[in-house]
């Protein structure tokens, strides 16, 4: 992510201090052109740490790294059509937090016309689930806004330098964010609608497209200073973007489980508001707010929330050595 504060309360000072010095050797190590932490994928046992490497293509050279203290990082695997399969039917549960965790998914079939039977046992580590788990998130809830990178005739992929920021007025608007992911409604548009596109920053896929719809709660926070995106399909992924400047960013601070209720809840009970009128919630209310909720799940929501109502603005000049890192 590209935030130098919105993880600031879920981070002690050893943990700050170990990502201050192991970021900088994992991107010499790796010949990474910026490095950032993704975020946190909470677990059983104990927590997984995600770092993301960037090269010369923003989309394509992305390489995601795990660590259970913050200085000792193992590279993921990449999530390939077969490994996600592998991951959907076997699965299941919470992440514990042991990478060499194997979870089994044994189906038993018939063969012939006969009373013979075959069963078949699909082992898959927690290692790839969580490879898995990182690429399903980044393809459904990752979010830049419009103009913040640009296209090049040959397909390259990178920061817009000359991105000054999202007005207040546009920073209101589902569609002034994109998807930080290969699109896929944008090939379903018309010739008359992507003529009025601009190919060298309307590339990807437009928030507003989201099915379903309201997935996305979109407010203004510290004064208004601040445009927070949250997701309601994945919770614990939270955007923000500072109007008429450069800075904005993601961070995911969940337990890798998708919000598959969502669907069924009514616009009042997952607390989502229109785009053009973005609220502000009472304090110390989440926006996700069904009527029945886990142990587990308050847990969960209790940190998203702590970790991306702190103040943003103020907190960017205490973390210098994020910007070093490639952090804008």
């Excluded at 937090?97 to 979870?103: A, F, I, N, Q, R």
């Excluded at 997952?270 to 009128?277: F, V």
Aim: charged fraction near 20%.
């Amino acid at each position: 992510m590209d935030s130098q504060s919105l993880y600031l309360n879920t981070l002690n000072e050893e943990q700050k201090a170990a990502l201050q010095t192991s970021l900088v050797i994992l991107q010499k190590n790796y010949k990474f052109q910026r490095i950032m932490l993704w975020g946190k994928v909470l677990g059983s046992k104990a927590d997984y740490f995600i770092a993301q490497g960037r090269g010369e293509d923003e989309m394509k050279d992305r390489k995601n790294l795990y660590s259970l203290d913050c200085v000792d990082w193992f590279l993921l695997p990449p999530a390939t059509v077969h490994l996600i399969d592998q991951v959907s039917g076997a699965a299941k549960g919470r992440f514990t937090g042991d990478p060499s965790h194997m979870y089994e998914h044994r189906v038993t079939s018939r063969l012939g016309e006969g009373d013979e039977e075959e069963e078949v046992v699909t082992k898959v580590n927690e290692e790839s689930r969580l490879a898995v788990t990182i690429h399903h998130i980044e393809e459904e809830v990752s979010v830049v806004p419009r103009g913040a990178f640009v296209k090049s005739p040959h397909g390259l992929v990178q920061i817009n330098r000359s991105f000054g920021g999202l007005s207040h007025s546009e920073a209101g608007k589902l569609d002034s964010f994109l998807h930080f992911s290969e699109p896929k409604n944008l090939k379903k548009k018309s010739i008359l609608e992507t003529s009025q596109l601009n190919p060298a920053i309307d590339f990807l896929d437009v928030l507003s497209d989201d099915i379903p719809k309201g997935s996305w709660n979109l407010q203004f926070e510290c004064g208004s200073k601040v445009c927070v995106l949250r997701s309601l399909l994945w919770l614990g992924l939270t955007f923000y973007h500072v109007p008429m400047t450069p800075q904005h960013g993601y961070i995911y601070i969940g337990d890798g489980a998708k919000n598959l209720d969502f669907p069924f809840f009514t616009p009042h009970q997952a607390g989502t508001s229109p785009a053009s009128e973005p609220t502000t919630p009472a304090p110390h209310h989440h926006p996700y707010s069904p009527p029945h909720r886990t142990r587990h799940q308050a847990d969960i929501l209790s940190t998203y929330s702590k970790s991306s109502r702190i103040q943003l603005f103020h907190t960017a000049h205490r973390m210098p050595y994020m910007q070093q890192y490639g952090v804008t």
